[in-house]
């Protein structure tokens, strides 16, 4: 019992600290002892580098979508892993940097899970107002209707009163 409120604890922890991603990885086909010592590879580097594993889901083997040229090898088909884990922002490029030399992974990526607040403005009611009553609309016609911040003075040292160039 008393584990299991250190590991709940350790949880919190880790969570205050790391921000959480998700990690796709597309392995090269392969039998299934060489796959587990690949992946194996793959989480150990993680725990290396001070991450935490929370979720490891296999997506199974299946074609690709289109042929992918990766460490000089073409190929096919791969086994597509999700990994949701935990690990510090200044890691990634450590771990990036080693799965790019691991000759059996083809492709990974980092996704943040972290959730960014984005509001989108609320302006659908001016946005189907007809354009010469939008507010937006309105601020331009007021900046085309001021008089211009500088008079371009022409002077082109001829002595003429006009410009003789001009047709």
């Known amino acids: 019992p008393s584990y299991n409120c250190l590991i709940h604890f350790y949880k919190r922890f880790i969570s205050l600290i790391m921000p ?50 990766a460490k000089g090898m073409k190929h096919l088909e791969g086994t597509y892993f999700l990994m949701d884990i935990d690990v ?39 946005e189907l107002k007809p354009p010469a009553e939008r507010p937006s609309i309105q601020t331009l016609i007021e900046q085309g209707r001021q008089p211009p911040r500088f008079k371009r003075i022409f002077d ?3 002595g003429l009163d006009y410009y003789p160039f001009h047709r």
Do not use: W
């Open 20 to 69: 959480t991603y998700q990690m796709t990885i597309i392995m090269k086909k392969m039998a299934h002892p060489a796959l587990v010592s690949s992946v194996k590879k793959v989480a150990e580097e993680i725990y290396i580098n001070g991450g935490y594993i929370r979720k490891m889901q296999s997506l199974g083997t299946r074609t690709l979508p289109n042929n992918k040229y």
């Open 88 to 126: 510090k922002a200044k890691d990634l490029n450590k771990i990036n940097d080693e799965y790019r030399r691991d000759k059996d992974i083809i492709q990974q990526s980092f996704m943040s899970k972290t959730e960014d607040d984005f509001k989108c403005p609320e302006t659908l009611d001016d």
């Open 156 to 158: 082109p040292k001829t």
